[in-house]
């Protein structure tokens, strides 16, 4: 199990883009970036297996294009649709890498960051295992928490946004239940690099 009672150290990317901390699952979904792009954006999602549902491993199979439509009804829509991100992490707090940060990951889709559109290009994507319906856990606060700062550490990233920030309308993840404030807190990450962190007050 990895989490982050491993040390600092260990969440930060190597020259190749992998982290140490992280069980590696690689996906063949990804592709280059474009040249000379810098990897200034995190976004966060939300994901869940069937839907709804924690630990199937089916996540994994999706993203390796091993998704055995017969296994759920709602697989049979989607087995053959190629995406992946950069991380998952688990209910555990288990943090699964399934593309190098140096390349591109499939996980936005259509998105639109200030702007900025295809924001593939230059993001690492995070799924969290999760649904909009139920609160996260302490341990993917905790993970999430430990591998962000790491990836600020190395890479140029100037904010962090949720699916649905740069594809709204179409996305809804990490949804209501994602406490962006205290991922702000955990992080120790200033909150001007969450321009959509939930205010109060």
Known sequence: MT??????????PDADGWVPAARRVPSPNFDQRPP???VDLVVLHNISLPPGQFGSGDIEAFFQNRLDPDKHSFFATIHQVQVSAHFLV????????????TQ???HAGQSDFFGRTRC???SIGIEIEG???LPFT???????AALVP??????????????SDIAPGRKTDPGPHFDWDRLAADAAVPPGMLPYRHTTG
């Not at 302490?138 to 999430?144: F, I, L, M, N, R």
């Not at 790491?150 to 699916?163: D, K, N, S, T």
């Open 90 to 101: 688990t209910r555990q707090g288990e943090l699964v890498q399934f593309v190098p940060c």
């Open 131 to 133: 649904c909009d319906d």
């Open 3 to 12: 989490g982050p009672s491993q040390p600092a150290q260990a969440f930060l």
């Open 120 to 122: 593939n290009d230059f």
């Open 150 to 163: 790491a990836l600020m550490a190395v890479y140029p990233v100037r904010a962090i946004a949720g699916h």
């Open 138 to 144: 302490s341990a993917q606060y905790d993970t999430v």
């Open 104 to 106: 591109r990951a499939w």
């Open 36 to 38: 000379g792009m810098p």
